[in-house]
């Protein structure tokens, strides 16, 4: 298998960044929002310091896909860097009222100026940032309570910015998606392509499979051979592709495998969390 060709940054998402460094003046805070599995590798590292100071929440979505004490532990994580973090669902709605209350809790100094001053508003103004297909749209829907923002399964679908109200005094600012030019490793863009971070229609699909089920396997062998009924020890990538191959009936004429229809399984199955809850990172990765 050839190795992963990623190449991914289109024009808007220069305007996109552009955007965000505009619009951050007119909200109080930013929520972060990233993918439970890969919650270093579906950070954009532009935003550090694009957002400087301002105050941050990590939103943990996706949670239904990582794995529970993985998920924990990258909640600890990214309070030890000085982050309020929480783990959401923002398909099933969990924890999301934890985020307008959390904020409120980072911006305790701003209102009590305000007190001091005599002015008694109570309006939080939150700009959502994060990666393409990383639940921001969604989560937005579910916390207005309404189609309000548009909804894709494919990367990119937000183009521009949307101001939505939430309750009295809690407004939130879309933001589309964005990427960064140039990924610091393969392993960064895997993890997203993976999840599918990045659209599938530009790279080969065969081969980010046959990487996942490479990843998968060194992880856990259970994995794979609980969902497929299938032996893995001792035995190569490709060889694994041609069991799951013969156990669902993926075949060519002649009987050779047929990997496109094995590619879109596996992957299929490991983004709806077919495959079990699995964090492609654990914190232990990144120390210091």
């Keep these: 298998m050839s190795n992963l060709n990623i190449n991914w940054y289109p024009g808007h998402m220069k305007k996109t960044i552009d955007t965000?460094?505009?619009?951050?003046?007119l909200v109080d805070v930013v929520l972060e929002i990233?993918?439970?599995?890969?919650p270093i590798a579906s950070r954009n590292p532009l935003l550090d310091d694009i957002l400087g100071n301002k105050p941050r929440v990590v939103l943990l979505n996706k949670m239904d896909l990582g794995n529970v004490e993985t998920n924990e532990k990258w909640v600890s994580y990214f309070r030890s860097k000085g982050y309020e973090s929480i783990l959401i669902d923002s398909v099933q709605g969990i924890n999301l009222k934890k985020i307008e209350a959390i904020s409120r809790k980072l911006l305790q100094d701003?209102?009590?100026?305000?007190?001091?001053?005599?002015l008694t508003s109570k309006r939080v103004r939150a700009m959502i940032v994060g990666i393409p297909n990383v639940g921001k749209s969604t989560l937005i829907n579910r916390i207005a309570g309404r189609k309000s923002a548009k909804v894709g399964n494919k990367p990119g679908v937000t183009k521009q910015?949307?101001?939505?109200?939430?309750?009295?005094?809690?407004e939130l600012l879309d933001t589309p998606g964005v990427l960064w030019p140039k990924?610091?490793?393969e392993k960064i863009g895997l993890d997203l392509a993976f999840t599918g971070a990045i659209k599938?229609?530009?790279?080969?699909?065969?081969?980010?499979a046959f990487k996942l089920i490479e990843r998968l396997n060194d992880m856990d062998k259970k994995i794979l051979e609980v969902r497929y009924q299938i032996e893995t020890e001792g035995k190569e990538t490709l060889e694994i592709m041609e069991d799951i191959a013969k156990k669902r009936g993926c075949l060519l004429k002649g009987g050779n495998?047929?990997?496109?229809?094995?590619a879109k399984i596996v992957l299929d199955e490991f983004r709806k969390g077919v495959l079990g809850r699995?964090?492609?990172?654990?914190?232990e990765d990144f120390n210091d």
């Design 20 to 25: 965000i460094k505009a619009s951050l003046k």
């Design 34 to 38: 990233v993918d439970a599995r890969i």
């Design 110 to 118: 701003k209102f009590k100026k305000l007190e001091e001053k005599n």
């Design 161 to 170: 910015n949307q101001w939505i109200k939430s309750g009295k005094d809690f």
């Design 183 to 185: 990924f610091e490793n």
């Design 200 to 208: 599938d229609e530009i790279m080969d699909s065969e081969t980010l």
């Design 257 to 262: 495998s047929d990997y496109e229809k094995v």
């Design 278 to 283: 699995i964090s492609l990172e654990s914190p």
